[in-house]
């Protein structure tokens, strides 16, 4: 699954995107000018274009052809800004797109109160090299996207965090939650304790890969699915089906799901030789939803 830009410099001021994608909002041709001290850049509709006016692009025209599927929990949004921020890169080569560019697209130009870990695809990809797994320790939970579930954990998580006296979650144990649970709520208390177990589960997941642990990480993977199922609540029955029948395969060391939640797609890590049994068996089990599996689970063999 890709997303490719392609394009040019513009002399003046007009510029043109242009989707190939089906699925995204019409209009898919959107002219607008470049932002001046007199008339700033604003976001509008379509959606999609957003993210192109985002990062102020000097384009006569640039067009967009996307096979990442479109809120199917794999971040299209995060590689479509890969592929802007990429092609800038070609057409300035000596310049370099800065680390704040992702959230001057997120909140300016989409509304999405971000921090670290809603733009993790968008950090990791254009890092990624073979062999290579990167560690990000300075993020909180998921949980500031658009969509009426997301500022209620958002603010349910915040609400944890100053009851026990800590600028974020990211500082709190699970001593500090136990010693606190009687001021918290239910809900609010369960949403706490996820994303405290979280941060701890990432640091063992860690060692685990560098021990070459395997069964180790794939237990803290389903570990981690489950808290987001039971205490997080961001799974769905489709996505718990997924993991449960990718769990059967004799190879598959663990399973969870992955994106925002409320769907999308699982990711399973696995030995290499059980990756074709593993896709049947998930194509035999699954009957959650209209989206065939191969769209729903995606692995990691090794």
């Known amino acids: 699954m890709v997303t490719v830009i392609v394009g040019s410099k513009t002399s ?26 007199l008339a700033p850049l604003l976001r509008g509709q379509p959606n999609w274009a957003n993210y192109e ?21 794999l971040s299209s949004s995060a ?78 998580c915040e609400e944890a965090a100053a009851i026990l ?6 500082e709190a144990t699970l001593q500090d939650l136990e010693a606190a649970k009687d001021r918290l709520d239910g809900v609010t208390y369960h949403r706490a304790r996820h994303v405290i177990e979280k941060n701890e589960r990432t640091a063992q997941a860690a060692e685990a890969l560098k021990r070459g642990d395997y069964k180790e990480f794939g237990r ?10 039971d205490n997080y609540e961001v799974s769905c029955p489709e996505l718990d089906e997924l993991v449960a029948a990718a769990l059967e395969v ?18 399973t890590l696995l030995q290499a030789h059980a990756t074709e049994r593993a896709v049947k068996h998930i194509q035999k089990k699954y009957h959650g939803s209209p989206t065939t599996p191969s769209e729903g689970a995606h692995a990691l063999s090794l």
């Open 220 to 229: 803290l993977m389903v570990e981690s699915h489950n808290s987001l199922r």
């Open 165 to 170: 006296g800590k600028k974020s979650l990211r």
């Open 53 to 73: 006016k985002g990062s102020c692009t000097a384009l006569q025209i640039a067009v967009i052809a996307s096979s990442v599927p479109l809120g199917g929990g």
């Open 12 to 37: 003046g001021q007009k510029c043109c995107v242009v989707t190939q994608t089906e699925a995204a909002d019409e209009p898919r041709v959107v002219h607008f000018d470049l932002p001046n001290e």
């Open 79 to 156: 590689s479509l800004e890969v592929a802007v921020y990429t092609f800038l890169q070609q057409l300035c080569p000596g310049r370099m797109i800065n680390d704040n560019f992702h959230f001057g697209v997120e909140y300016p130009f989409n509304k999405i109160k971000c921090n670290l870990s809603r733009s993790l695809e968008a950090t990791a990809v254009p890092l990624a090299d073979p062999g290579l797994v990167i560690l990000i320790t300075n993020s909180n939970v998921r949980h500031s996207l658009t969509g009426s579930e997301y500022p209620t954990r958002r603010k349910q």
């Open 250 to 267: 004799d190879g598959v060391f663990g399973s969870r799901m992955t994106g925002g939640g409320f769907g999308g797609c699982t990711v």
